[in-house]
């Protein structure tokens, strides 16, 4: 039965932020939830989680009531969450051991995401100084250098935003969950650190995980996702299947590339072109009937085409086509 969000509801005063909102994960996966700033999505991940009061609505898990007792999860809130001036490791055991992990489970789990991770130069003191022999900034003393400092354990304000990220996302995982959220798990990471992060969510995916997770961040929820809540003002405005949204838009992306230029043939048949260079056209078309018109007529012009690729709305235009106007007007 998985996972079942049933009619969320959430105001402050007058205001609504969660307004009746569901959605259900039956099976392992991932499921997103979208939306514009202040659209109700941490609001609605922390009332499904039991962190927040709900003022309707209800959560289950497999049939019962959903918490921390009935299941195991892992969290990554969007917030930092971390204690700035305390040890990390000494953090990490404290959070293990909250979530009933202990002992050399605890501690292999720690070295085991830590490597994985690439977080242990923060965490064990001795691995730092091997890093810094590597790259030249420790020498032997033995050899003439002169001898520096034993590395100490870090704390959580030593480290940049992106590595609090992963060792927030090291203490979601300690507990091996059944059920992991993930509230703007990419933010503040570079290319290769998003990577890495990148390949732990296959992994945990390939356990058979459930996963909620909420992006900016399209192209990301495109690779992972099957399933989508789109939020705008506390309300759902798209939900569904990703693909089936997706196809009920239509092909009306044409990338075209031809040997000359072309543009008065796109315009003749009522295409609109969005971007132009080197006789490469990005091209908005009405659908297939449009976009073969096109083909057709390039070829009765003798026109060469190089490249004609028809494709559906990315999952950001399909973002901003409900909501971006929307925003634009409200933040004006």
Partial sequence: MGLVVKDLFKQYGNKVVVDHISFELPKPGVYALLGSNGAGKSTTIRMTLGMLERNGGEVSWNGGPLNFDTCNIGYLAEERGLYPKYMLMDQIRYFGELRGVTGKTLTDRIARLAERLKVEEYLYPEKAAQIETAAGVRVDSAAGGKKLKKPK????????????????????????????????????????????????????????????????????????????????????????????????????????????????????????????????????????????????????????????????????????????????????
């Avoid at 609109?272 to 091209?283: A, D, F, G, V």
């Avoid at 449009?290 to 990315?314: F, G, T, W």
């Fill in 153 to 332: 354990a870090r704390t959580a304000d030593m480290l940049s935003k992106g590595n609090q990220q992963k060792i927030q996302f090291l203490i979601a995982l300690l507990s091996d969950p059944e059920l992991l959220v993930l509230d703007e798990p990419f933010s503040g990471l570079d290319p290769v650190n998003a990577d890495i992060l990148k390949d732990v969510v296959r992994e945990q995916i390939a356990a058979g995980k459930y996963i909620i997770m909420s992006s900016h961040q399209m192209e990301v929820v495109e690779e992972f996702c099957t399933d989508i809540t789109i939020l705008h003002r506390s309300k759902v405005v798209v939900q569904g299947n990703l693909n089936d949204i997706k196809k009920s838009y239509g092909r009306v992306n044409l990338i075209l590339k031809t040997e000359q230029d072309a543009s008065a043939e796109i315009k003749a048949v009522g295409a609109e072109i969005l971007t132009e260079k080197e006789n490469e056209y990005r091209i908005r078309v009405t659908g297939d009937d449009q976009a073969q018109q096109l083909l057709k007529r390039l070829i009765e012009k003798n026109i060469p085409v190089v490249k004609y690729d028809l494709s559906e709305l990315s999952l950001h235009e399909i973002f901003v086509r409900e909501v971006g106007d929307e925003v634009s007007e409200s933040n004006q």
